[in-house]
Each structure stands twice: as C-alpha cells, then as structure tokens.
C-alpha cells in the first residue's frame, strides 16, 4: 500500500488527535475557570466564550493554511521573518507594547492583543527551514553556523527585553534541534549548547525573580506563600489523583488556591478532575501528533517541507514537554502554556495555523514513496535525520 493510498488514514488521525486536544482543552477551561471568571467578570462563561473565539479565527486559519501549498511559505519566508521581528521591536516600545503580569508582551488591537514572540516562533522556523533547505552544507563551515547561532540569539534576545524566558527557550530549543537534523557538525551543536547553558545561566543570575524560580524549585516550602505558591498548589491538585479522578467540574484547587488555573497550569487541573487516566490521555494524543510529524518529515516532497514539519514538531514537542514538566514539578516554573489546551489566543491561533501547514504537507507528500522507508524512492535532499 503506497503512502498516497494511506495518506487518508494518517489525515483522519491526525485530525482526530488534534481536534480531541481542542475540545478537552474547551471543557477544561470552562472547568478550571468558572470559579474565578465569575469572581472577576460576574460571567462564568467569560474565558470560555473568548476562547471560542480564538478558536473560530484559529480554524478559519487552519483551513486557509491546509488548502495553500507549502512552498508558498518558502517563497514568503523573509517577508514573514521581517514582519515577525518589527512586532517583536514595536512590543518594546512604551505605549505599544502593553505590560502585564510584569511583561511587554503584548500589543492591542481593540479589545484584542497578540503576542508577538508566538508569531517569531513560526516565523523563525519557516525562515530556518528555508535558509537549510536553500543552502545544503552551509553550516558545516564553523563560521556560518556560529554567525547563525548569534542570528537566533539576538532573536532570544528581543524576547529576553520582554521579558518572556519561556518563549525564548522554547523557541531557541527548536531551532537547535532543527539545525541539528541539518548538515552540520556535531562539535558545533555541542558548542552552540554550551554557549546557550551558558547564556541562559547568566540570564537567571541576572534576575532576581527567575533566581526565586530556580530556589523555589528546588524547595518550594522555603517561601510557601510566595515563590513557591504555585508549584505547590499545583502538586497538591496532582498528589491525590486516582485513577480518573475527583470527577469533571469537581476541582478543588481552583477555588482560589492555584492561580489562574486555565492558564500555564491547566494541566494539574485535568490531573485533579480526570485523575491519571485523563493526564495520559492528554500525554498520548500529544505523543501521537508529534509521532505523526516527525514521521511524515521523513516522508515529505522536498527539503523545505521535511525541516519545515520537523520544525514545527519539535517547536510542538518542546512546548508541551516544558509545560508538562513545570506543571508535575520536574524544572522550574517557566511561564509556558500547553498547546491547544492553556487559555490564549495568540497560541492557539497560531499553533492551529502551524497545523494546518502541516497538514497541507500531509495531504501534498509523494505518492510513490511507502511508509516502509525506501532510500530509492525519491532522491531529492532530507533532512540529515531521514538519511
């Protein structure tokens, strides 16, 4: 059975996995911030209704970017990389930028804002994808790949002055592992991560609010009430979950105790309500959708398309291992969201629209190439992980 005669199968779950995130993502908000939308706004159905929303632009989008062929993106990736960095420059600018929860991370358009850093996050990567796919073995001289790493960094930069840490690690994660399944040297990976270890200790070093982060998450109990308020509450809705749970709507930690619990936390939330059953649902239908990108970056048409999905996935499965991690306890609390699942709109629209170009590379893959991997199938260049 050839890939074109399965591409079916593989597109009706891919869509199934993502759209089952979307909707536990929809209850789950309702659940998690019922309590606290209503103590905010009088209305309950607040933050749900606004998601709904963010949804409805988030799918329009989807289906615009399933139906445009990929390269189109290949052909626009410096218009859309410059774009990405003017947003990224106007946030900074009092009276731009909007501040909240002590970051400018924002900019309004109406009663709406977006997030600039989340666009850099798909604009980068289409711009990465197009440099590797355009320039085979460019990186494997040390010079390019140094002057390519500050490049990313003045990128991290621009986020740092937000400040928003999380979306620039993430961010910088993902571009590392894209480059590293490019033509590279592996000597310069390790000197490019050393470098950025040693960039992002100092970062922490130089803040005092991460600096609380870092010792919170060693030992929360230090400062219970402060640093350490939220790990703490979030391991509280997580430690005395069963097997499926107190039951959905029957939260306790959302009663005040975890702050903002539609938001970085949601997670702990459906642990709480759905038990262990329902977080490792959660954990497989993200674990089937990254298995269905990284596969189909092997089996993609061309170069552009198979960095592009790789990508994308690993931009995907940085975030949500992060998230998850923060959430259970595992690294310090980073600010991060759960893709699809958290409250917000610029997430969630433009990791829909980051799908649907996936999809449309999943709908466009070669007919004559077999899952079973077949190195005569096609002779055009991969991705060095494919090979």
């Known amino acids: 059975m050839v890939l074109g005669e399965r591409m079916n199968k593989k597109t009706i779950g891919f869509n199934i996995a993502l759209f089952s995130i979307l909707s536990i993502g929809m209850i ?35 289906i615009i970017a399933s139906q445009i062929h990929y390269s189109f993106w290949c052909k626009k990736a410096n218009a859309i990389f410059i774009l990405c960095f003017v947003l990224l420059i106007l946030v900074l600018i009092p009276g731009i930028g909007i501040v909240r929860g002590g970051a400018r991370s924002w900019i309004g358009i109406g009663d709406f804002s977006i997030q600039p850093a989340e666009f850099m996050k798909i604009g980068l990567i289409i711009f990465t994808a197009k440099f590797l796919s355009k320039n085979e073995g460019i990186l494997k001289k040390n010079v390019n790949f140094y002057l390519y790493m500050v490049f990313v960094g003045i ?92 039951g959905l709507f029957h939260s306790k930690q959302k009663f005040f105790y975890l702050p903002e619990p539609q938001n970085d936390f949601i997670f702990a939330i459906i642990c709480e309500e759905l038990g262990i059953c329902g977080g490792l649902l959660i954990v497989f239908l993200f674990a ?67 799908m649907g170009i996936i999809h449309n590379v999943l709908r466009t893959a070669p007919k004559d190439i077999r899952f079973e991997y077949n190195k005569k199938a096609s002779n055009h260049t991969r991705p060095h992980l494919i090979d």
């Open 155 to 246: 990128i991290f930069g621009l986020i740092l002055l937000q400040p928003d840490f999380g979306s620039g690690v993430i961010l910088v994660l993902a571009i590392v592992l894209l480059l590293f399944v490019g033509e590279f040297q592996i000597k310069n990976i390790f000197i490019g991560l050393l470098f950025s270890i040693a960039a992002i200790t100092l970062m922490i070093l130089s803040a005092p609010y991460r600096l609380d982060r870092i010792t919170s998450f060693l030992d929360p109990w230090k400062d219970p009430l402060g640093s350490g308020f939220q790990i703490i509450q979030s391991l509280y809705a997580i430690s005395p979950s069963s097997l499926f749970g107190y």
């Open 288 to 354: 089937y959708l990254i298995h269905c990108g990284f596969k189909l970056a092997k089996y993609a048409k061309d170069a552009f398309a198979s960095y592009l999905v790789f990508g994308f996935t690993a931009l995907l499965m940085v975030q949500v291992f992060i998230n998850i991690a923060v959430v259970i306890g595992l690294i310090p609390v980073t600010g991060v969201t759960l893709p699809f699942v958290s409250y917000g709109g610029s997430s969630l629209v433009i990791s829909m629209f980051m």
């Open 28 to 62: 789950m908000i309702y659940s998690a911030s019922s309590i606290w939308a209503e103590f905010k706004t009088g209305n309950p159905y607040y933050y749900l209704l606004r998601q709904f929303l963010f949804f409805g632009i988030g799918l329009v989008g989807y």
